[in-house]
């Protein structure tokens, strides 16, 4: 004879925004168990989904985890909540450009470090300047890279940028020769840990960091294989090396 399971107690609860007078509440639904999901049960399966993916989730993703249509005034209620939840935890709950993701918050990635102690990827100053002058002047050609920086970009510049997934091809411009547009991506915010374009730093702060970079580094260093750029117009004057960042950048913000 088989045993038969008690149905589940089932409890209701309103979404976030939702009046008590004059509305008659949300109740999140679903097959669990064939019973309801509540609010807070529906918290902790948006919880789960987000520790268990290696990517941040889209609301628009997180929405397939329930029978009932949310809106995204909804959802984004249930998703602020959760975060504050987990206020004053070592691991946040965050919203960045294609989504929302877990992360460990910054001041523990010194313990975290000790755990994977590989040294993380150094980029020359010729890989992040230009994509400094692609993320604050985007769409740029090839062509406009070099007019700014002042050299020849090297092929390996881009395929490095474009390999990390931080740069893509948005297009051409209607030119002779139909130079290809790029433009930074999704993942470059993500891994940024931004939502937009608008939260990047200034390019004063840029400049500070790229000069401080080669301040520790020695001699004035660019990428292998690049040389001069052809004689610029305005005066430009194309040199042995990439324009110091200040330089290089200040030219950005002139644009």
């Known amino acids: 004879m088989s045993e038969q399971l008690e149905p589940l107690p089932q409890s209701e609860a309103q979404l976030p925004g939702e009046g008590e007078s004059g509305s008659e509440g949300v109740t999140i639904t679903t097959d669990l168990f064939g019973g309801k999901l509540n609010t807070d049960q529906f918290k902790q ?4 989904a987000l520790l268990t ?6 609301v628009s993703e997180l929405k397939k985890l329930n029978d009932v249509s949310l809106d995204n005034r909804q959802m984004e209620a249930l998703l602020e909540e959760l975060a504050q939840n987990w206020q004053g935890r070592g ?7 294609s989504g929302w ?11 975290l470090d000790r755990l994977n102690p590989q040294k993380p990827p150094r ?8 994509l ?21 970009v090297s092929s390996q510049v881009l395929k490095t940028l474009e390999a990390r997934g931080w740069v893509e091809v948005v297009g051409t411009r209607d030119t002779p020769g139909k130079p290809e547009l790029f433009a930074t991506s999704k993942q470059m915010l993500d891994d940024l840990n931004l939502r937009t374009l608008q939260e990047l730093p200034s390019l004063e702060e840029i400049g500070a960091l790229l000069e401080h970079d080669a301040a520790a580094e020695g001699p004035l260093r660019t990428s ?3 040389k001069p750029a052809e004689p610029l117009p305005s005066g430009d004057v194309g040199t042995d090396s990439a324009l110091p960042a200040g330089t290089a950048l200040a030219g950005v913000a002139a644009g």
């Open 91 to 97: 691991v946040e709950l965050a919203r960045v450009a």
């Open 123 to 130: 980029y020359s100053r010729a890989v992040l300047e230009t």
């Open 45 to 48: 399966v948006l919880e789960t």
């Open 224 to 226: 292998e294989n690049e």
């Open 101 to 111: 993701r877990f992360r460990a918050k910054p001041e523990m990635q010194p313990y």
């Open 53 to 58: 993916s290696t990517e941040p989730l889209p």
């Open 132 to 152: 400094a002058i692609i993320a604050y002047r985007q769409p740029v050609t090839r062509g406009d890279i070099e007019e700014i920086r002042g050299v020849a």
